[in-house]
Each structure stands twice: as structure tokens, then as C-alpha cells.
């Protein structure tokens, strides 16, 4: 019986221990909003909220993630985590998005993932913010 509590306990220690409160791998939480001012263009919004969303994430303990709306000049992103470290539920659309890897402790997690090869969107992490589309991928800025 002893053994039996121990390893409960230790269980729920290690399971409490991987996201932050609040936080249930695979149930979805929203942690914020990010709009852009008038005229800011779309990388320079970005790079604006990439040190905000690096912290919700590492705070999280998670990546985080959020496709980008334009409601004319105008780009905004609801910020949200699936409590997992590795991957984060964007909706499958053409729209670009945004992926936040603050939980990363290499500079070989720098990159895009396969999943989200072909589609339009950013990548931040401790770094770099980076950009990919069909065209092509680049760096946008360094930190």
C-alpha cells in the first residue's frame, strides 16, 4: 500500500510539474490578446509581441500558438496553449499563424516543424522570430 501511495504521489507531483496551473494537456487555454497599432507591419508586429508571447509561454510551460486575423489595416492574435511542450492545435487554414516555442532549451529547436512546412507563419523563440511560406523561410529578427 505504501508503494502504491508513493508512486501516486509522485505521479501527480511529475504531471503538476510539467505546465503551469491552470494548464491540462490537451484542453485548450486562452492566455491573451495581441493587436497591432495602425500602419505596423505585419513582421514589425510580431517582433513587438514575440517577448510577450516567449513569456506566456515559458509561464505556460508549453508552446503557444494563434492564427493572425487582418480586419483592414489592422492584425490581431488570440494567444492559446494545449498544455503540450511540442505542439500546439492551429486550425487548418491558409491564414498565417503565429507558434511559440518559449519552453525551448537548444538553438537546434530553432526551426519550423514539418506539420507546418507548407503554411504561411511565424516561429518564436528564445533566438529569433522567423517567417516561412511557400517562398521560402526567413529570419525577421534576432535576439
Known amino acids: 500500500m505504501r508503494v502504491l501511495l508513493t508512486t501516486t504521489i509522485a505521479a501527480a507531483l511529475i504531471t503538476g ?3 503551469a496551473p491552470g494548464v491540462i494537456h490537451g484542453r ?13 507591419s505585419l513582421d514589425d508586429f510580431v517582433v513587438r509581441i514575440a517577448p510577450h508571447a516567449l513569456e506566456s509561454s515559458k509561464t505556460a510551460r508549453a508552446t503557444a500558438c494563434g492564427q493572425i486575423e487582418q480586419d483592414a489595416d489592422i492584425f490581431s492574435v488570440q494567444l ?41 507563419g511565424y516561429l518564436i523563440t528564445p533566438w529569433a522570430v522567423k517567417y516561412q511560406d511557400a517562398s521560402g523561410r526567413r529570419t525577421v529578427s534576432s535576439f
Open 17 to 19: 510539474c510539467s505546465t
Open 28 to 40: 485548450t487555454v486562452e492566455l491573451h490578446r495581441e493587436s497591432s497599432v495602425a500602419g505596423e
Open 80 to 120: 492559446k496553449t494545449d498544455g503540450y511542450v511540442s505542439d500546439c492545435g492551429l486550425p487548418r487554414s491558409g491564414q498565417p499563424y503565429v507558434l511559440i516555442n518559449g519552453t525551448a532549451t537548444s538553438a537546434s529547436e530553432n526551426h519550423f516543424s514539418l506539420v507546418n512546412r507548407n503554411r504561411p
